[in-house]
Each structure stands twice: as structure tokens, then as C-alpha cells.
């Protein structure tokens, strides 16, 4: 089995070599895949190696931006890490991630893991390792012909929080779902949040997931939202209310950056996006949960770059680019804010495809606030990606003109030649990568 496991080492790291230099592409899922066909236990088998914690995050927003920050702060903890830090989730992905981090005669060499783990995909991955921790961001209605509902989504993650019955949920307590979610399945679980109001969202149009109690039925009353379903809650029927938070962030600032106090510490990031706080504070509680000070956290946010495509920053011909993932409602939402926090002049780029990664059911287009754009200060909204048409018709019913621009290349190089040097681009998955592929590029030829 040894020699088994290292040819399969071997072999993902030639494939991941030759997609990134031959065909240009991220390679990670078919470097799983063939590591997987060659050696089918190789992922068991590693883990095993792993000497301390595991470490996974799941939940349907904030998934990447979290795991990588986790990883950098167990780094930063003098712990060497395996981490998928591409965001490839899936079974093919989470394997990738231990062989590529194997040496060439097939072993490991790590204190922890930090893996994030599309919700779906836990039920393939978890037969091969039982993680210590599970950190739990929220959960959001997100593809609905992919996922169903919320509920199918909670009742999967339900069963295999059930199968590793010591691992720690550390979960979002602000999220109604993912709170009772981690209460139901009857894990020992660590909460974080934000018991302050932080912003005024008594105008919002959101879709609000967690109106009714998941425990008995009934409406759920919220003494304050912090965007969609996030906020103060409790059940008018039943017991079932807001947990008492661990991790407990206070005396929030979300201008020049973002800053708050937690456990009589004072975290800094220059980062954009109230819902950052949510990915900031969810890697301090895994980090101190598992028994760590976190002693060198605010030197870790000041060097951390979330790059992958998350408030990742571009610089062309003298304008500043900011690609960001926008793949549901509650994500765009909180896309709208961010970019509303910077009140000059700026372009915005959307892209929106519809291949099957995206969901093609592309009718949550409809439940954003797009109509926030109209106090964004934009110079201009650009349109893109194979449903460009359908954005631009949701943008038209809200009064807001775009232009159209099928290819994402053509409509960035018109905003760098045209435009007023400070550009947004919203995309959603699978625009993601090509996207980035096409800004890195453009900004290598400067």
C-alpha cells in the first residue's frame, strides 16, 4: 500500500503541474481524481498522518475565505498545514489537497488540516477521516437544482455530524439554521457571533430563510437583523432562541477597514464587507477552541492577501480592480454593501453563467437588491457571462442601465481604456476562475 500511496502522490503532482503549465488551468480536482483511481485509500491514509487537529469548514457562504484565513492563523501558530486553498471542496479536491501537501516517497508531514468541504460533498468525504472540528459559517439557499432546500441541506450535514459525535461544531450563533442545526445533531458545539447592532437593515428587501422556528413550527421574533437571516432571534412558541455566544465580537468598525474586540482583544484587518467580521471571527473561535492563544492573529490579518477571487485586488494600467465570488442572494447582498462602502466613482462589471457548478436556475437573480446600485455611485454597469442578457433585464426593472459585454476579457479591457480607474467585478463560480486567469495576465503585462 506504500508504494501504492506514492505513485498516487507522484502521479497528482505531475497532473497538477501540467494542467497549470501546459493547459493553464487549476489542475487540483483532476490531481484528486487521479490520486483517488490509483490509490483509493490514499485519503484515509494521509489524514491519518495529520498529528493534531482536523479541522474543516463548511456552510454555504464564506467558505474559502475562512478555511484559507484558518489556515494562515494555525501557520501563524508555528503548525504546519494542509489546506485546500484553491476552494476545490469536493471529494476530488479534499484529496488533491493531502497528496499534493505529501512528500515525493508518500508520506505527510503536518500538525493540522484545515479543509474546506462543500456541504453536499460531506457525505463523500467523511467515510475517509472524522474531523476534530467542524466551523459552520451559515447557510444560505444557494442552487436550488443542485441542493433542493435548506432543509435537505441540514438533514445531510445533520447525519454526518452524527457519525463523528466528538467532533466540535463551531458555529455562526446569529444564523437561526446553523445554530439549531448544530443543537439537533447533538455535537459538542462553540458558538460566535455579534450580539450588537451593527448596521440599520429594517429597509432590506432580503429573502429572510429563518422566519420560522425549526424546532417547533412558529414565527420567530428578531430584535435586530444583521443582514439577512443573521441577527437576535427567538422563537414566540417554544424555547428555542439565540444561543449564549462564546465568541462574542463588540465595538464594531466597518470603515477604513474593518475592526472589532473579542475575548478583550482588539482584531484589525484592512479588509471591505460587514460580513469579513463573520470570516475574521469564525477563524479566531476555531484557532482558540482548539486550545491555541492566537497570540499572532492581528499579524496574520496584516499579512493574509484572501486572493482566489474574494475582495482580491488588481492593478492595470493605472486602475484598481476588486474581484469578488457573488453566487446567491445573501452573498450579492453583502457584494452591494461592500462596494457601497467606497462612495467614489467607480465601474461595476457582473458576470453570471449558468453552468452546472452555478446552478442553472438562475431565478435568485431576483430575490438581490440590485436596486442598491442605484445609490453606489457607479459611472457605469457592465453586463457579462453567458446570462448577461437575464442581468441586464433584472437591472432594467429596477431602473439601473448597463451596458452588454458577453466576454468578460472584452468588457474588462473597455472599463481599464474607458473608465473612471476604480472597477468592481462581481462574479459568479464559474467566472470565478476564468475571470481571475484573465486579470493576473493582464496585470503580468504591465
Known amino acids: 500500500m506504500k508504494l501504492r500511496r506514492m505513485l498516487a502522490v507522484w502521479a497528482a503532482k505531475c497532473a497538477e503541474k501540467i494542467s497549470v503549465k501546459i493547459f493553464h488551468r487549476q489542475g487540483v480536482t483532476w490531481a484528486g481524481k487521479i490520486a483517488l483511481k490509483i490509490c483509493p ?33 494555525l ?32 508520506n505527510l508531514d503536518a500538525d493540522c488540516a484545515s479543509i474546506e468541504i462543500d456541504e453536499a460533498s460531506t457525505k463523500r468525504v467523511f467515510p475517509y477521516f472524522k474531523p476534530d472540528y467542524m466551523v459552520l459559517t451559515n447557510l444560505f439557499r444557494d442552487q436550488l437544482d443542485r441542493y433542493g432546500e435548506i432543509d435537505i441541506t441540514m438533514n445531510l450535514l445533520k ?61 420567530m421574533h428578531y430584535n435586530f437583523y444583521h443582514y439577512s ?18 465568541y462574542d465580537a463588540s465595538e464594531i468598525q466597518v470603515e477604513d477597514g474593518l475592526s472589532f474586540t473579542v475575548e478583550n482583544r482588539r482584531i484589525n484587518a484592512a479588509y471591505k464587507g460587514f460580513y469579513n467580521v463573520y470570516n475574521i471571527l469564525a477563524a479566531y473561535a476555531a484557532v482558540r477552541c482548539a486550545g491555541m492563544k492566537a497570540e499572532h492573529f492581528n499579524e496574520m490579518l496584516a499579512e493574509f492577501n484572501p486572493e482566489n477571487g474574494r475582495m482580491e485586488e488588481f492593478h492595470i494600467q493605472g486602475t484598481k480592480i476588486v474581484l469578488n465570488l ?41 430575490d438581490v437588491d440590485f ?35 458577453e466576454d468578460v476579457t472584452k468588457a474588462i479591457l473597455e472599463r481599464v481604456k474607458n473608465g473612471c480607474g476604480n472597477l468592481y467585478v462581481l462574479v459568479n463560480y464559474t467566472a470565478l476562475f476564468y475571470t481571475r486567469t484573465v486579470l493576473k495576465k493582464m496585470e503580468a503585462q504591465k
Not at 347 to 363: F, K, L, M, P, R
Request: charged share 20%; net charge negative.
Open 371 to 405: 436596486d442598491r446600485f442605484g445609490d453606489a455611485n457607479a459611472s457605469s454597469i457592465t453586463v457579462s457571462g453567458i446570462r448577461c442578457q437575464d442581468m441586464r433585464l433584472r437591472l432594467k426593472y429596477v431602473n439601473i442601465p448597463s451596458m452588454l459585454e
Open 75 to 106: 501557520e501563524a501558530e508555528g503548525k504546519k498545514v494542509v489546506c485546500n486553498h484553491t476552494g476545490s471542496n469536493m471529494l476530488n479536491g479534499v484529496a488533491a489537497a493531502f497528496a499534493l501537501s505529501a512528500g515525493w516517497g508518500g
Open 229 to 246: 437571516q443573521l441577527g437576535d432571534y427567538a422563537c414566540t412558541a417554544c424555547d428555542f432562541k439565540r444561543p449564549e455566544i462564546g
Open 41 to 73: 485509500d490514499i485519503l484515509s491514509e494521509l489524514a491519518a498522518q495529520v498529528r493534531e487537529d482536523i479541522f474543516i469548514v463548511c456552510g454555504t457562504n464564506g467558505k474559502t475565505t475562512t478555511n484559507n484565513m484558518l489556515c494562515a492563523a
Open 326 to 366: 457573488a453566487k446567491n442572494p445573501a452573498g450579492f447582498n453583502q457584494n452591494i454593501s461592500a462596494v457601497m462602502q467606497d462612495d467614489t466613482p467607480k465601474d461595476v462589471i457582473i458576470v453570471i453563467n449558468d453552468n452546472a457548478q452555478d446552478g442553472t436556475d438562475i431565478s435568485w437573480l431576483w
Open 159 to 219: 447525519e454526518m455530524m452524527q457519525t463523528a459525535p466528538d467532533m466540535t461544531v463551531v458555529v455562526n450563533g446569529d444564523d437561526a439554521l446553523s445554530a439549531f442545526l448544530a443543537m439537533d445533531a447533538g455535537n459538542p458545539y462553540i458558538t460566535y457571533g455579534i450580539s450588537e447592532k451593527v448596521v440599520d437593515d429594517t429597509d432590506s428587501h432580503e429573502i429572510r430563510e429563518g422566519r420560522f422556528c425549526k424546532k417547533c413550527g412558529a414565527i
